[in-house]
């Protein structure tokens, strides 16, 4: 299936829209001509049979937790090229991405945290969808804003969509572990405890447990899936073949950033 996080997306409220991207692109591409081989994983042997000139890696981003089943940036990370958020407890079982819960892979009930470190629509629309099936949510963010990055209109109306929902929002707050079914967090502006510069130095502080939590969904980075791509630069059996990479592969990012780049490397090809 084509379309990735553009087809997540389009799961949450208000959010249907955006899957007309990946409907005109499917729909162009069968127009050119492309032949799409759904199902099929691509591996450097795979590809090798191909006998390519060039080979376009796409293969997208996955949050950047610690407990998924799908892990393809292992190589990237050997490399120091990326890195595992700190925070304490993110492997257990009942913290889960806002991915397994649009796929439907996990079902969340009772009291959800979600953990908005990315300031678009992944978590917003995240704690819509899991409180329009019951849940009690709520939405912790360690900028000013829940939401930061959404236009300031559309995240209006998301603020009030969340108050008549029940959804309670907590900005400038920082998530600092995670436990036995609870979190420990902390108000990011606070006179307690100053160290460094002193109030010039913004630091965690005046830190609680919120207890009584059934499910974590941290929204705090994705990494890029950029294994395959790696493997291909690093094998001599590809010398002579042009590799390229588009998309959340090179870095996860807005989707007008990804099509502008995918066009722009189509137009030298």
């Known amino acids: 299936m084509l379309g990735g996080q553009v087809r997540l997306a389009a799961k949450q409220p208000e959010h249907e829209i955006i899957g007309e991207v990946t409907r005109y692109l499917e729909a162009a591409a069968a127009d050119g001509g492309v032949d799409l081989q759904l199902g099929v994983t691509a591996t450097p042997a795979s590809l090798r049979e191909l006998a390519a000139d060039v080979i376009v890696i796409a293969t997208g981003s996955e949050p950047n937790l610690p407990n998924q089943q799908r892990d393809d940036a292992k190589h990237a990370r050997t490399l120091g090229r990326q890195v595992l958020p700190s925070i304490p407890g993110l492997d257990q079982d009942f913290v889960v991405s806002s991915d ?160 502008s780049e995918a066009f722009t490397l189509a137009q030298t090809l």
């Open 100 to 259: 397994q819960i649009l796929s439907g892979e996990v079902e969340p009930s009772g009291n959800v945290l979600v953990v908005d470190d990315n300031g678009h629509w992944e978590a917003a629309g995240t704690a819509e969808y899991l409180s329009e099936r019951n849940c009690r949510v709520q939405v912790i963010a360690s900028h000013s804003l829940i939401g930061e990055d959404i236009e300031a209109g559309t995240r209006t109306l998301f603020y009030r969509r969340a108050a008549i929902k029940g959804i309670q929002l907590r900005p400038s707050t920082a998530l600092l572990e995670v436990g036995n079914h609870r979190v420990r967090v902390a108000a990011v502006f606070s006179p307690r405890n100053p160290t460094g510069w002193n109030k010039y130095l913004l630091v965690p502080g005046d830190d609680e447990w919120i207890e009584g939590v059934d499910w974590v969904v941290p929204v705090m980075g994705r990494r890029s899936r950029e294994d395959l791509f790696l493997h291909l630069k690093e094998s001599s059996e590809f010398d002579g073949v042009q590799i390229e990479r588009v998309g959340d592969c090179v870095v996860p990012r807005l989707i007008q950033s990804i099509i």
